[in-house]
């Protein structure tokens, strides 16, 4: 009894807060919502159609699949270069690790407001690049270079996490198999890849997951960076999700959209689940 | 050979001195710029520090908008839910590691689908639901919906991983003498999962301190606004930002989460010293 009585306050809630609206959200998009008289019309599945007619969603699922894409990749390999820098004992190690984790301190909206500060026209990127000459780009203006800002502001702020997580799991690797692969004459390139990287596949498998749903989700920044602009370069699903819901107030196609990044989330995190037993080492 | 193990140090402060400053730069940036009058800001070439420095900016921050109410709001949130957090989530792991009973598996199953569920999926119905209780334009939704759902969930995943690492022995001498299960959690697992909480409160406490789209959803009144939604109204009559405002009020957003670091990693070394965990 008492085993119930102990979960039921985390079990209310995720039932009240994350089924009961995910239930809601399912059946908010088989409706049509009548924004004057707040009254929901069953349509038959044409908010599911629009996914298809919607000539903007391609797009949309372009800037996200670019998005998601470029801070995984970013935030994995420059995490693991940077944990492979740090893990070792010399003078000011701990200094430089407390300032690759310092972004995570600065809160999410005033870490965007200083580089949308520093990215614009006449900031102070484009005054750093000028004193070597350099007529920069109006960054946050033109397509490309606001989705390599807004994926740049993302990953220096989100990879002292796992630059953290990485460095635990390359302290746990054993010593001996260091020496082992020294005795038999490998060099440094061989170490790594053949000791280093599988040994420490499943912190891999973990920040993967975590970078990639957390990618997914970032709304905070393209919301003060870039409003999902300039047209709609940067408007990833989250954020136009946001759009047709609060801003179009397209109830029910919001919600379908919604649905749509939940089960990109579910997919992604099952793939990765199955998946690791392809590349994940185990040791036995 | 010496001087070959000099020239590999030498390349290794290089690289990550040149990797750090995108780093370092925009933090002392913003508090630098904090400190300049506003054509300073955007002088060329750009300046790192103020010339004259001038407060002007921070005590213009508290005079455009309700700013320390926004403040208090932000931090007296974040403390409500990290509180609510660490209580529920310390029942509900201690529960699923240690406590056996029918279905245990299948609901812990429910609970971390709540890890699963992106907040932008949920946020139209909760909305709603909101609207139907009444509570739009209030501060119930922030803290019910951050207490109970994925922060939670996460930090029950956390407090259980932990709980099932902890010694059974400690319990059993426990219950030798007597003691219920809510004793035994209260006055043995409470005390000995300060690392795995100090983690947990870093945690929420973030998530609460960093939450944007659902203020932005759900509050509509200045007074009631947290900092993260504060920061992106210093604008001027035209929309223009503010910028030497908006970066000193952004500059003030980073004390607290500072100290909470500073008190839970404390926390943290100490909870590993005094529980025993250490031999």
Known sequence: MAGYLFVAPQMLGVLLFVLLPVGLAIYYSFNTWNVFTGEMT?????????????????????????????????NLSVGLLLAVLLNRRLPGVTAF??????????????????????LQDNGGINGLLSVVGIDGPNWLQQGPTAMVSVIFAQVVRSVGVNVVLFLAALQGVPRELYEAARVDGANSRKVFFGITLPMISPTLLLTGVITVVGALQAFAQIAVLTQG???????????YVFQQAFEFNNIGYGSTLALMLLSFVLVLTIL?????RKWVFHEE | MKSDVLVRRGVWYLALA???????????????????????IFASPPTLLAKNPVVGAYSEAFAFQPFGRQYFNSVYIAVVVTVIVLLVSSLAGYAFARIRFPGRNVLFVIVLTGLLVPSETTIVPLFQMFKRAGMINTHWPLILVTSFAAPCVLATFIMRQFFIALPLELEEAA???????????????????KPAASAVAILTFM??????????????????????QALTRFTDAYGGNMWNVQLAGASLTVVPVLLVFVLAQRQFVEGIAHSGLKG
Do not use: H
């Open chain 1, 42 to 74: 069953f349509n038959g599945g044409s908010n599911y159609s629009d996914l298809v007619n919607d000539p903007q969603l391609p797009k949309v699922l372009l800037a996200t699949l670019i998005f998601s894409g470029g801070v995984v990749v970013l």
């Open chain 2, 175 to 193: 219950r030798l003498d007597g003691l219920g299960r809510v004793a035994i959690w209260w006055r043995i697992g409470v005390p000995l999962s």
């Open chain 1, 272 to 276: 990765q689940w199955q998946l690791r």
């Open chain 2, 207 to 228: 998530s609460s301190w960093n939450l944007y789209l659902e203020p932005t959803v759900y509050l509509t009144t200045p007074k009631l606004f947290t900092l993260p």
């Open chain 2, 18 to 40: 040149v990797l750090c400053l995108p780093f370092v730069v925009p933090t002392v940036w913003m508090v630098a710029s904090s400190f300049k009058p506003l054509r300073e």
């Open chain 1, 229 to 239: 602009g300039p047209g709609v370069s940067t408007t990833v699903l989250v954020y």
């Open chain 1, 97 to 118: 690790r407390a300032i690759f984790f310092s972004p995570v301190v600065v809160s999410v909206v005033a870490w965007t407001l200083v580089w949308g500060f520093l």
